[in-house]
């Protein structure tokens, strides 16, 4: 069975750092794009970043660009994201989710379009 | 990018049908026809129900169903189900500078 295991979330203070790890089993982590997308208590979604296949080519909400870092690794079949300079605003549970392996093109690479299968999530709260 | 604009909740009776709006703009769901739906009952991850704005993910049922109309989509739950009751995001790509556009959630109540 497929599944995705989200894990790392803690409690830290503001200007913190947190590493987060997902680990991938039951599907060929190789083929697919990987993404963050947190939801703060009682709030609703947000895209944070995603990974290419090839782990080349990472994509970050503005929110986060220059703080956070996406990584994977194939030898573990882990996702990561690195998270620094933490803000009480980015209390959230974060998931990871899969690529479903529909792509849109362009003259700048390929994108995942939807996300199939997602971790039951981890809970970062950064508070004094 | 603001969020997608999603009605706070709606409801219905088992048997009958409920639609779920998702409004946004020319650079997101009215530029793209890459618009997708999740479900999440509390506590639990979002689950795929729609994307390319009306296809279903493999084992999703046809009840639910999705459409698109300028820069409004809608997704509608025909022979509503206890286990329904969830809350519904929509989503749309958004272009290669901001990507994916979340909506505001819909709380669906089963009466």
């Known amino acids: 069975e497929a599944q995705l295991l989200e894990s790392g979330g803690d409690l830290v203070q503001p200007g913190g750092s947190l590493r987060l790890s997902c680990e991938a089993s039951?599907?060929?982590?190789?083929?697919?794009?990987l993404t963050w997308v947190r939801q703060a208590p009682g709030k609703g979604l947000e895209w944070v970043s995603f990974i290419s296949v090839s782990g080349d080519d990472t994509y970050y909400a503005d929110s986060v660009k220059g703080r956070f870092t996406i990584s994977r690794d194939k030898t573990n079949n882990t996702l990561y994201l690195q998270m620094n300079s933490l803000r009480t605003g980015d209390t959230a549970i974060y998931f990871c989710?899969?690529?479903?392996?529909?792509?849109?093109?362009?003259?700048?690479?390929?994108?995942?379009?939807?996300?199939?299968?997602w971790g039951h999530g981890t809970l970062v709260t950064v508070s004094s | 990018q603001s969020a997608l604009t999603q009605p706070r909740s709606v409801s219905g009776s088992p048997g009958q049908s409920v639609t779920i709006s998702c409004t946004g703009t020319s650079s997101d769901v009215g530029h793209y026809n890459y618009v997708s739906w999740y479900q999440q009952h509390p506590g639990k991850a979002p689950k795929l129900l729609v994307y390319d704005v009306s296809k279903w993910p493999s084992g999703v049922p046809d009840r639910f169903s999705g459409s698109k109309s300028g820069n409004t989509a809608s997704l509608t739950i025909s022979g509503l189900q206890a286990d329904d009751e969830a809350e519904y995001y929509c989503?749309?790509?958004?272009?290669?500078?901001?990507?994916?556009?979340f909506g505001t959630g819909t709380k669906v109540t089963v009466l």
């Open positions: 989710a899969k690529d479903l392996g529909k792509r849109y093109c362009n003259s700048g690479g390929c994108y995942p379009l939807y996300f199939d299968l």
């Open positions: 039951g599907f060929s982590f190789n083929s697919y794009a």
């Open positions: 989503c749309s790509f958004a272009g290669t500078d901001n990507f994916y556009v």
